[in-house]
């Protein structure tokens, strides 16, 4: 950038028709110091980065907007508080261009949504933030009575001395435990090594099983729902039928009759399967196989004459 660039960008250029009676660069250009910023300064208004001071709701397509967030904001004087002046900002919100006017509230120190946004309200419980809830505006101006600031005075301090035995105590066990922090290693591992012992043997004993998961330790709560289980008579009945034929039955059992004609049928079916490759010619027949397929043909031939 040259010497003369840089210095109308930085506003030092001072054009050969200017002189110093027409005052600043600014009021010589006719424009504002702000540029755009101040183009309706003429009405009070100054477009300013406002950021949100918390969570809202659009008014327009009901979206969240964060706090955080920032705008190009139109900020004017709306009137005062005492001395104070109480300031508007108006701006659109980028999901659906609709219009949010926000007022500071200098008597609340803080901002009031006038229209186009609705504040998202969030409500916790003090225990479970773990804080301390602070005084109500009526206790506030309760205290400024020196009276009732002496009387609750004496209420704090009586909570303070029940309160005192149970910190001292919590303070003490905190520093006992916190005092060795070797110790304190120690005692933690040891701990996870028995717990990786005990995940193994369960794991083994699982397998055993045959189980795919890890069975957790037993109970006595486990020992006494399984103790109330009650099957059913029947079963225990056909359970006992079942053990009984079990325990009568021979180890060593002969074999029955229908046993003996499936091996009857199957020897059958070897000799046919037998046959057929010696009538097709793949085997060729030894002597004893000959005889006894000349055989065979002999008894069916004479079984086909008798039935003729």
């Not at 508080?81 to 659906?96: G, L, V």
């Not at 969030?122 to 600031?149: I, Q, S």
């Not at 717990?195 to 037993?218: D, F, I, N, T, W």
């Amino acid at each position: 950038m040259s010497s003369l660039a840089a210095a109308r960008a930085d506003n030092f250029y001072y054009p050969p028709e200017w002189t110093p009676d027409q005052g600043s660069l600014n009021k010589f250009h006719g424009q504002h110091a702000l540029r755009e910023r101040a183009k309706k300064i003429d009405q009070g208004i100054l477009v300013i980065r406002f950021e949100m001071p918390f969570n809202i709701w659009c008014g327009g397509c009901n979206s969240m907007i964060g706090k955080g967030v920032r705008f190009n904001a139109e900020k004017k004087q709306v009137g005062n508080y005492y001395s104070t002046k109480i300031w508007s900002f108006t701006m659109k919100s980028a999901c659906c261009q609709n219009e949010i006017v926000i007022h500071t509230d200098p008597k609340n120190c803080e901002y009031v949504i006038i229209s186009g946004a609705q504040k998202k309200t969030e409500d916790y419980d003090v225990e479970d933030a773990e804080t301390f809830e602070l005084p109500a505006a009526e206790e506030r101006g309760k205290l400024a009575d020196p009276f009732y600031r002496l009387e609750h005075q004496e209420e704090d301090l009586q909570k303070k001395k029940q309160a005192e035995p149970v910190l001292v105590r919590l303070q003490r066990v905190s520093d006992s435990r916190h005092s060795d922090d070797y110790s304190l290693n120690k005692a933690l591992r040891s701990r996870l090594r028995s717990q990786k012992k005990r995940v193994v043997e369960e794991e083994v004993a699982s397998a055993k099983m045959g189980l795919a998961v890890r069975l957790l330790p037993r109970s006595e709560e486990d020992d006494s729902e399984a103790k109330r289980v009650k099957f059913p008579s029947k079963f225990e009945k056909s359970r006992k039928d079942k053990r009984a034929l079990i325990k009568a039955a021979s180890i060593f059992p002969n074999a029955s009759g229908s046993s003996r004609m499936e091996l009857e049928l199957k020897r059958r079916k070897i000799k046919a399967s037998v046959a057929t490759k010696l009538l097709s010619g793949s085997v060729k027949p030894s002597s004893w196989s000959q005889s006894s397929f000349t055989r065979a043909i002999n008894k069916g031939t004479t079984v086909t004459a008798r039935k003729m």
